[in-house]
């Protein structure tokens, strides 16, 4: 049968248009990354679609810019300096999760992680009589860590500046502290893995999520030994001593990373039966994956179904 010159026009206009369509799909599956070192840490900027590398241009300029403005030594009152107001705003941020967290998270621990000698990694155990000093006058002092909270503040910055400028799809990975941004360029969700504190399982599960900040605070992350004993960087701001609560591992979900970045090293402090009544309390607002020294898993019910793991867990109930 000889095509008729309509068919020939319909066959034209749908090769036209599929061609259009498979474009536009790659357009929109457009990766744009930037692998930077910042906040001491290893940052990974993914960004889909047009534009896409503008965005990661600018998120770059504002993870250093954020560097300096929030780098603990620089945020030192006694010196003169005045907090810019992204400080300011995170130090007021940080003194109501103080409370609302029991004095778990404490940024006025600075001085105690010093003399630990995490900041600039000149590790050593500190006596018992320097520690008691320490901690009488922590009340006083001016030199705030916004190391367990820097990281997740700088995501929602960027969540909100790639939104300003028009990205649907991003994913951001500062150190392990994860925020996702939009769906997948496919629609899907994305897949987030929580790293194993121990080598003999490949990750503690993987979380199906979408403009959602996931963010884990472990001990194994940065630690030292000192005659056979193993010290984390995590501090209990009551002893003044890496927190020994029996927790390995400590993972928020929230839409807030700055909050899910704080809780994370307070629930840490907490420990598994604290940090569970919390949750009860703040049930909308996070959701946790815990991994305690027992190799036991517990994971809050609102995430319990977007969970993949290999172990078997607790789901635990509002
Ligand atoms: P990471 O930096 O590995 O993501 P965290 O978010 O848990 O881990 O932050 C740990 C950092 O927070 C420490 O290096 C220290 O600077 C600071 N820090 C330690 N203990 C506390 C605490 N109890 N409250 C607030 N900040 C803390
Ligand atoms: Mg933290």
């Known amino acids: 049968m000889k095509p008729t010159r309509k068919s020939l026009i319909a066959a ?25 070192f910042a906040m001491d840490t ?11 590398d503008e965005a990661v241009q600018k998120a770059v300029e504002k993870i250093k810019r954020l560097e300096g403005e929030l780098d603990a030594s620089v945020i030192n009152a006694e010196s003169g300096v005045t907090l810019t107001d992204g400080g300011e705003y995170l130090l007021k941020r940080s003194m ?48 705030y860590d916004f190391g367990g909270i820097a990281k997740g503040y700088t995501s929602d910055k960027i969540a909100k500046l790639m939104i300003e400028n028009g990205v649907k799809s991003a994913i951001l990975n500062l150190g392990g502290n994860v925020m996702t941004i939009g769906k997948k360029p496919d629609g899907s969700d994305w897949k987030v893995a929580i790293k194993s504190p121990d080598t003999s399982m490949e990750n503690l599960g993987v979380l199906s999520v979408y403009d959602k900040a996931v963010i884990t605070s472990g001990g194994y992350e940065r630690c030292f030994e000192a005659d056979g004993k193993s010290y984390h960087h995590i501090i209990d701001p009551k002893t ?9 591992s400590v ?28 949750w009860r309390k703040y049930a909308d607002n996070f959701d946790f994956v815990l991994y305690d020294n027992k190799g036991e898993l517990y994971v809050s019910e609102g995430i319990a179904d977007s969970y993949l793991a290999a172990m078997e867990y607790e789901v635990v109930k509002r």
């Open 12 to 36: 034209a206009i749908v090769l036209t248009a599929s061609l259009a369509i498979v474009f536009l799909v790659n357009k929109g599956k457009q990766k744009h990354e930037a692998d930077i």
């Open 42 to 52: 290893y940052m990974q900027i993914t960004v889909y679609g047009r534009h896409g």
């Open 96 to 143: 109501e999760l103080k409370d609302m967290t029991d004095g778990t998270f404490d940024i006025t621990i600075y001085p105690i992680v010093k003399a630990w000698g995490f900041p600039d990694k000149n590790y050593r155990v500190p006596s018992e009589e320097e520690i008691q000093k320490l901690l009488e006058n922590k009340d006083t002092n001016l030199q």
């Open 240 to 248: 003044g001593y890496p927190a020994e609560s029996g927790l390995v």
């Open 251 to 278: 993972t928020i979900i929230s839409k807030d990373a700055t909050l899910a970045d704080a809780l994370s090293t307070a629930l840490f402090v907490m420990g598994k039966d604290n940090a569970i009544v919390f």
